[in-house]
């Protein structure tokens, strides 16, 4: 392949890649001001300034490209969380688990439009898709790295995927109606609670 040829291709490949990253943050504002339901293909190419043809090209319908915004946005959220996790001396297992959901919990109380869309759109196949996606600039995805914490913790733990769906649930659940409503009370007030539930599932879990 000569110079030129490898030149135009990667053009061409930036190009659409370009396009689709448009695609996607033109669905999700629209997503958040106007709702899923109210939002048309047409009102994204429209504002994305691209034919209704290159829609397709990367999604079937809107429901697949809210599914991708799911997908990406929860998985930016665990990953922004484990490289934080990546600069402290955290090693038990249980602790980094912690130290995780809390990053996360944090991430969504400061971004409350955020959760309200993750929240209504999450669905754990969506969410596994997310953790099993290659990350950027890494070579494994997050679902990896958790077996990578789990092999380095002092523990067992029988099945680990059941484990993480419960801690998902659970703390999506509670963190949605403390954060965003302050019901039945406010999320600072309510996290020693949830993190004592946490250790107790996942002693529920442990073997041996």
């Given at each position: 392949m000569t110079i030129e040829k490898n030149t135009l291709l990667k053009k061409a490949?930036?190009?659409?890649?370009?396009?689709?990253?448009?695609?996607?943050?033109?669905?999700?504002?629209?997503f958040l001001t106007k709702g899923l339901a109210k939002t048309t293909i047409s009102d994204i190419v429209e504002k994305a300034g691209v034919a209704k043809g290159t829609f397709y090209l990367y999604f079937k319908d809107k429901y697949d490209i809210c599914d991708s915004l799911v997908s990406s946005k929860a998985g930016d959220i665990f990953l922004n969380a484990h490289r934080s996790l990546a600069n402290t001396d955290i090693h038990e297992f249980e602790d980094q688990i912690l130290y995780i959901l809390d990053h996360v919990l944090n991430q969504l109380n400061e971004d409350k439009a955020l959760l309200r869309f993750i929240e209504k759109n999450l669905s754990w196949g969506i969410f596994r898709k997310a953790l099993d996606s290659t990350l950027p600039n890494e070579d494994c995805n997050i679902y990896e790295l958790y077996e990578e914490m789990l092999k380095k913790s002092s523990?067992?733990?029988k099945n680990p995927e059941l484990m993480l769906f419960t801690l998902v649930e659970l703390?999506?659940?509670?963190?949605?109606?403390?954060?965003?409503?302050?019901?039945?009370?406010s999320m600072e007030e309510y996290k020693p609670v949830l993190y004592r539930t946490v250790r107790s599932i996942m002693d529920s879990f442990c073997e041996g």
């Open positions: 490949a930036l190009k659409k890649k370009q396009k689709k990253e448009s695609l996607l943050n033109t669905a999700f504002e629209l523990k067992s733990y703390i999506s659940s509670t963190g949605y109606s403390c954060i965003l409503y302050n019901e039945p009370v």
